[in-house]
């Protein structure tokens, strides 16, 4: 039972280059979120998705797009890197239905872009 | 999600009680209370979580005023490995979204 997973661990872009930072959990949950969290501050949402095939914009969604695959997947893809969005990206997961919000969150995934 | 108040940091010597405490005072009724701690950059983790009754696990406890304004996440034997951000979270009642609103926390350093 890995939880929740997230490749790469690091990377480094150039300006205007694409990737896609990959999510997956073995949770059987329903919500996954992608979060970033840029030096000596919280966690901003950037999108998530509440059930399969549906995604829904979070606080900072510009130069972001995301997919979810299916239940287990969900993928953030940066379509053209900028050195704003050199962060830290976080994945996680909740149970849907119900007033409680116990998330469970992957380990990161550094990126730096030059 | 309503608005919460931590001291920015925090320090605690090893082996005594950690009481670190938040002011939530825009609380809604249904809304719950969450405690969370990020250790060195790694993903935050869930600790507790309440409503209006105190509540206790492994982990922590979560003591939170009558009128619900205020909360005090109590670990009472803290170690090295304590040392973490702490996040004070009242998410708001969009059950559909469900996402949490990370603010700047609480740095808690236990000292040796």
């Known amino acids: 039972n890995a939880g929740v997973t997230q490749t790469p661990k690091f990377q480094v872009l150039k300006t205007g280059q694409s990737m896609t930072l990959q999510c997956a959990q073995d949770?059987?949950?329903?919500?996954m979120y992608w979060y970033r969290q840029d030096p000596g501050m919280g966690l901003r949402l950037i999108y998530y998705?509440?059930?399969?095939?549906?995604?829904d914009k979070g606080e900072v969604p510009n130069g972001y797009n995301v997919s979810r695959l299916n239940k287990r997947e969900f993928s953030l893809r940066l379509e053209s890197a900028a050195p704003s969005q050199t962060s830290v990206y976080f994945c996680?997961?909740?149970?849907?239905?119900?007033?409680?919000?116990?998330?469970?969150f992957g380990p990161g995934t550094r990126l730096t872009v030059t | 999600d309503a608005k919460t108040t931590q001291p920015t940091s925090m320090d605690c010597a090893e082996g005594r009680a950690a009481n670190l405490p938040c002011n939530h005072s825009?609380?809604?009724?249904?809304?719950?209370v969450y405690w969370y701690r990020q250790i060195h950059s790694q993903g935050p983790q869930y600790i507790i979580h309440?409503?209006?009754n105190n509540e206790t696990n492994e982990m922590a406890s979560l003591i939170i005023t009558e009128d619900r304004k205020s909360s005090t996440l109590i670990l009472p034997h803290a170690t090295l490995r304590d040392t973490a951000v702490y996040y004070c979270?009242?998410?708001?009642?969009?059950?559909?979204?469900?996402?949490?609103?990370f603010g700047s926390g609480t740095r808690l350093q236990v000292q040796p």
């Open positions: 996680a997961t909740t149970v849907a239905g119900g007033p409680v919000v116990e998330q469970y």
């Open positions: 949770m059987n949950h329903n919500s």
């Open positions: 998705s509440a059930s399969e095939g549906t995604t």
């Open positions: 825009t609380i809604s009724g249904n809304e719950y």
């Open positions: 309440g409503l209006k």
């Open positions: 979270i009242v998410p708001s009642g969009d059950t559909g979204r469900r996402a949490l609103t």
